[in-house]
């Protein structure tokens, strides 16, 4: 049996979708895991790597850049030193390391080159690296320099974990949507790199009367925040909500949608693109990462990332069979069953575990 820690590991991150989830699905595959009992505290100290040594076996490492990004370049670069030290230490100390790279580099990058030194470090380091797509696979080899022991496991169908999604028609009339309207929905928390400015820009040379955009989610960046209420403003076709949302009024908005919008400026995997094609949405999307993997042109339409091409596949989807676009959205995300990613994640627990100490 494998004892291990999910890392980010405070309490709180058993509620999110995603982690959460796994965790409680490895549970289920005999996995243990070492959870903390409150939020406070550092939950990889040399301290606590020394106690647990010998009973926590492995160490499951997702998003990171956290540990080390702080207020300035040159305390970011000593907090990424301690960090690499404490997982230098985990591996003389005879835990197992995985990664999951859901990114090759964080959204925000503040720091590129200790976020790109970070990264190299922490592809070394780790006994065995998880990617959700084979173009994860490459880059992860090309940029990184890392090839064996890498495992592609696909984001898991989130089907099983939805809230009950009510009928189109009464969640339309709940949002004082039209029958004949056509709502292009973006949900999720509101960062730079998402480039919800410039989908309403796009959005504004689409022509229709019955197209809407619907802009659904936390808004932490105020300049930010204020300029997407401002652009909004100029479109009695946009509807923004930008706040927290529960999982009951999120199911409301995926409902009442014909199509989800995501027009990352760069991303290698996505959640929320997951969660559409689980929810039978049609995704729009730039053609990048593992969304061309995932998104095939039967539930979905990439666009190269240049001017007018968001709004050209925002036209172009809008003259097509949405409810045909949705079935197969939700047939596609069928093909990467929720069970299948759970139990090749254990897979991969297993056989780090075995190969032995240090």
């Known amino acids: 049996m494998v004892n291990a820690r999910c890392i980010p590991s405070s309490p709180s991150w058993l509620n999110s979708f995603y982690i959460g989830n796994l965790i409680r699905g490895l549970q289920a595959e005999g996995i243990t895991f070492d959870l903390p009992a409150d939020e406070s505290g550092d939950f990889l100290s040399a301290r606590w790597l020394r106690a647990r040594a010998g009973r926590v076996e492995l160490l499951h490492f997702h998003w990171t850049h ?3 990004t702080s207020d300035t370049w040159r305390r970011s670069a000593m907090e990424l030193d301690k960090f ?3 997982i230098a230490l985990a591996r003389r100390l005879g835990y197992r390391i995985v990664w999951t790279m859901h990114n090759y580099m964080p959204h925000e990058r503040t720091y590129p080159l200790l976020h790109f030194a970070e990264r190299f470090l922490l592809a070394r380091l780790a006994h065995a690296v998880i990617v959700h797509c084979e173009y994860g696979r490459t880059l992860l080899q090309r940029k990184l320099l890392r090839s064996d ?3 592609v496991i696909p984001l898991g169908d989130y089907s099983p974990y939805l809230p009950p999604l ?3 028609e009464s969640a339309r009339k709940l949002l004082e949507f039209e029958p004949n309207d056509i709502v292009f929905l973006f949900f999720g928390m509101i960062r730079p790199y998402k480039q919800v400015p410039e989908l ?3 959005f504004q040379f689409v022509p229709g009367d019955n197209l809407r955009l619907v802009i659904t989610g936390v808004a932490p960046f105020d300049e930010l ?10 479109d009695r076709r946009i509807q923004c909500e930008l706040e927290y949302i529960s999982d009951e009024q999120l199911a409301l908005y995926l409902s009442a949608a014909n199509v989800a919008v995501f027009p990352y400026r760069d991303i290698l995997g996505s959640g929320s693109a997951i969660l559409a094609l689980s929810s039978g949405l049609p995704i729009v999307a730039p053609r990048m990462g593992c969304l061309v993997e995932w998104i095939t042109p039967d539930c979905g339409v990439l666009y190269d990332p240049r001017p007018g091409a968001l709004a050209a596949a925002l036209q172009q989807v809008s003259g097509r069979d949405l409810r ?3 079935s197969a959205a939700q047939a596609r995300a069928r093909r990467f069953p929720w069970e299948v990613m759970v139990r090749d994640t254990a897979q991969v627990y297993r056989r780090v575990g075995e190969g032995g100490k240090g």
Do not use: C, Q, S
């Open 84 to 86: 690499i030290g404490k």
């Open 324 to 326: 045909a676009m949705g």
């Open 225 to 234: 925040r204020n300029e997407i209420l401002d652009l909004a403003r100029t």
């Open 149 to 151: 022991n890498v495992f």
């Open 200 to 202: 309403i820009r796009e």
């Open 66 to 68: 956290y540990h080390y």
């Open 166 to 168: 009510p009928g189109r």
